[in-house]
């Protein structure tokens, strides 16, 4: 399955973004993950083919992903931004042993 993100950019802090991730087929389970200047890439949040999701603790609360199967597209919406949330992020599908998508640009800054 091939993938495509859209959807980063520049934003205030407290902001908000979307995230997309089309994938080219059906798709089960993905997760979306990050990765920082100098830092290893870290599993953001997962949903699974039912709907079931979990987050990093970092993220609880702020961050929501949600899927819709008939686009074959999963969504992150992040809410009260953070310059800490500054990276590029991915998806994988399907998760956790499948392909990545080429990564998106999130900034967080004043």
């Known amino acids: 399955v091939q993938l495509v993100e859209s959807g980063g950019g520049l934003v205030q802090p407290g902001g908000s973004l979307r995230l997309s991730c089309a994938a080219s087929?059906?798709?089960?389970?993905m997760g979306w993950y990050r990765q920082a200047p100098g830092k290893q890439r870290e599993l953001v949040a997962r949903i699974t083919s039912i709907g079931s999701t979990n987050y990093a603790d970092s993220v609880k609360g702020r961050f929501t992903i949600s899927r819709d199967n008939a686009k074959n597209t999963v969504y992150l919406q992040m809410n009260s931004l953070k310059p800490e949330d500054t990276a590029v992020y991915y998806c994988k599908a399907p998760w956790p042993n499948g392909s990545w998508g080429q990564g998106t640009q999130v900034t967080v800054s004043s």
């Open positions: 087929g059906t798709i089960l389970s």
